[in-house]
């Protein structure tokens, strides 16, 4: 196979050095069944928060300072039919965005890769064996190419800053796959997992998700699992864990955790975001709270259309509430049909039973964050226009996660 060499420049992200690899392209046409995927630029028409020529300068030189990291997305594309997806999934490929990654602004993806849609072997999703075989097929995709690297360290965020590269950080959204087997923990972390959640709505081993009506709170087991990943150097997710929960995992953690996916729940009464006093928690223990834009999250009660706008309203929220030194972004978005795939995997991801209110205007798309190319330039953009100071933008675009990181990672 031959490859034409990207240029670097801001087509490629400023500094990314894509050569045109497309996943899965080391197998043969016919080795597997093939979809005709979603374009991953300009599927719907890009919108970009219009600037002046300074602020765009200002703009070009921070996205190449910077250390851009999105705690949450899933970095991947949806077949142009949804009515393939189920098709799709069985077979265990999920397809990396490398072209769409390399066109955006970012250092570091924590990818969270088909989790709960992770329907191989069984329809409820979340088994071991699905979650392995998920990871594995990933890797040795990546393997394949030289745009994307493993992230198992710190180390590997600057090497991949400065060689114009993306480090990827597998993560596991909620921890039901390990059942009651403390060593599955160690397992997923020899497979490079640098993150899980303590659990994806639905309750587990280790305590209560957001979807229940009643919270337990933080398990026995669930005690001995926040240990083990205090011990083996696993960050900590609690963005789908319900709020008793996260605050004894607040207190029985070592090491701060992470809301990598969240919105502030005094703008918008929904369980899927966080109340003032989780965030406090979190934030007084050292953690980090990022922001969410999967559709129909991060509204507000002024604004009940979803996008850049209400979105970052949330971000604001939480910088006035915590300070700056505690506030990051995970978009959570992906490439394809969000909306569509929200409706079809709606019992998988617990949408109906977390979403809130339901006098929205529902969007086909989230516009200014419609995938991670998009989110990752408006997200930038947004701060210069809104004047924060270069300081404060590289604290929210990495240097917040990565201070956290070297609490936790080893």
Same mark, same amino acid.
């Given at each position: 196979m031959t490859y034409i060499r990207g240029v670097e420049g801001e087509k490629m992200g400023l500094n990314k050095r894509y050569d045109g690899y497309k996943a899965y392209g080391y197998l043969d046409q016919n080795d597997f069944k093939r979809f005709k995927m979603a374009k991953e630029i300009d599927r719907v028409k890009e919108y970009l928060i219009p600037l002046s020529e300074e602020q765009e300068a200002r703009v070009k030189k921070l996205a190449k300072e910077s250390i851009f990291i999105s705690l949450h997305e899933h970095p991947t594309i949806l077949p142009e039919n949804l009515e393939n997806v189920m098709e799709y999934t069985r077979i265990g490929r999920d397809h990396c965005a490398y072209e769409g990654l390399s066109q955006s602004y970012y250092d570091v993806v924590f990818d969270n890769m088909l989790d709960g849609t992770s329907t191989i072997t069984s329809a409820n999703g979340w088994k071991w064996d699905d979650i392995i075989?998920?990871?594995?097929?990933?890797?040795?995709?990546?393997?394949?190419?030289?745009?994307?690297?493993?992230?198992?360290?710190?180390?590997?965020?600057?090497?991949?800053?400065?060689?114009?590269?993306?480090?990827?950080?597998?993560?596991?959204?909620?921890?039901?796959?390990?059942?009651?087997?403390?060593?599955?923990?160690?397992?997923?972390?020899?497979?490079?997992?640098?993150?899980?959640?303590?659990?994806?709505?639905?309750?587990?081993?280790?305590?209560?998700?957001?979807?229940?009506?009643r919270d337990g709170g933080l398990t026995a087991f669930g005690k001995k699992a926040v240990r083990r990943m205090n011990q083996v150097g696993m960050a900590i997710d609690c963005s789908h864990t319900g709020?008793?929960?996260?605050?004894?995992?607040?207190?029985?953690?070592?090491?701060?955790?992470?809301?990598?996916?969240?919105?502030?729940?005094?703008?918008?009464?929904?369980?899927?975001?966080?109340?003032?006093r989780v965030i406090k928690a979190c934030a007084s223990k050292g953690g980090i709270i990022a922001i969410e834009a999967a559709p129909h999250t991060t509204l507000t009660n002024k604004i009940r259309n979803h996008s850049i706008d209400s979105f970052m309203e949330h971000f604001k929220y939480i910088v006035d509430l915590v300070g700056i030194d505690h506030v990051a972004f995970g978009p959570d978005t992906l490439y394809g049909d969000h909306v569509g795939i929200h409706h079809l995997y709606a019992k998988q991801l617990s949408t109906k039973n977390?979403?809130?209110?339901?006098?929205?205007?529902?969007?086909?798309?989230?516009?200014?964050?419609?995938?991670?190319?998009?989110?990752?330039? =408006? /997200?930038? +953009?947004? @701060?210069? #226009?809104?004047?924060?100071?270069?300081?404060?933008?590289?604290?929210?675009?990495?240097? =917040? /996660?990565? +201070?956290? @990181?070297? #609490?936790?990672?080893?």
């Open positions: 075989f998920d990871l594995g097929m990933r890797l040795c995709d990546i393997a394949h190419q030289d745009l994307v690297i493993p992230c198992r360290g710190i180390k590997d965020i600057y090497y991949a800053h400065r060689e114009g590269k993306i480090a990827w950080v597998p993560s596991v959204e909620g921890a039901a796959p390990i059942e009651n087997e403390l060593d599955r923990i160690d397992i997923l972390y020899g497979f490079g997992v640098r993150m899980m959640g303590i659990t994806y709505s639905e309750s587990n081993q280790l305590g209560s998700g957001i979807k229940e009506e709020y008793e929960t996260t605050l004894d995992v607040i207190e029985e953690s070592q090491h701060p955790i992470f809301l990598t996916h969240v919105g502030a729940r005094s703008l918008w009464d929904s369980k899927r975001l966080s109340p003032d977390t979403q809130g209110k339901e006098d929205f205007d529902e969007v086909e798309y989230v516009k200014g964050l419609e995938n991670p190319t998009e989110a990752s330039k =408006n /997200i930038l +953009r947004w @701060l210069v #226009k809104n004047s924060y100071s270069d300081q404060d933008i590289k604290k929210v675009l990495g240097e =917040n /996660i990565i +201070r956290v @990181l070297k #609490k936790i990672w080893k």
